[in-house]
């Protein structure tokens, strides 16, 4: 996840130069795919992330989509599709979708940003670090399911164990 850094508000009126300027000064890798949309790519325990930052200026929304990296097998969808279901029902913040084009597993964050130069770095992180925690504590399910075989009602049941204590 990106270092804590002091509060530092945005110069421009779009977020994505901000995020980026950012993330490049912290020697992160991120690649701008248009002027409203920023991809950086992040290592996690299961798996690598990728997250790609969209402005939509129209509606002062600034969402984070997290796709995961999982190949799905079309006999497997149906299930995934109700383990999202299950999954969704349980986060307070953000959601879980499959991409349509992409056909992954992704957790899909969005920030209402009513005054783009309040935009502070800790609120970017603060989105980072959410959706890269929620990808990690359900990717396990969504490979019960894929390689498991288990149901999604099983896959989320074990999931949404809070485990207490260490081993």
Known sequence: ?????????????????FIEETLNSEEWP?????????????PGRWCDYRLQFIWQEDLNILQLFCLMDIRLQAKVKTEIQELLCLINEKL??????????????????????L????????VVEEM???????????????QFVIWGGKSAKEAAS?????????A
């Open 30 to 42: 991120c690649y701008r795919l248009s002027s409203e949309e920023l991809l950086i790519e992040i």
């Open 92 to 113: 307070a913040i953000g959601h879980f979708e499959m991409m349509p084009d992409e056909g992954v597993p992704t957790y899909r964050y969005g920030y209402l940003l």
């Open 158 to 166: 074990v999931a949404m164990l809070d485990t207490v204590g260490e």
């Open 128 to 142: 980072i670090n959410i959706s890269i925690a929620e990808c990690e504590k359900f990717y396990p399910a969504f």
């Open 1 to 17: 996840m990106p270092r804590q850094s002091s509060t530092s508000l945005i110069a421009s009126n779009n977020p994505i130069d």
């Open 115 to 122: 005054n783009v130069k309040n935009l502070a770095i800790e």
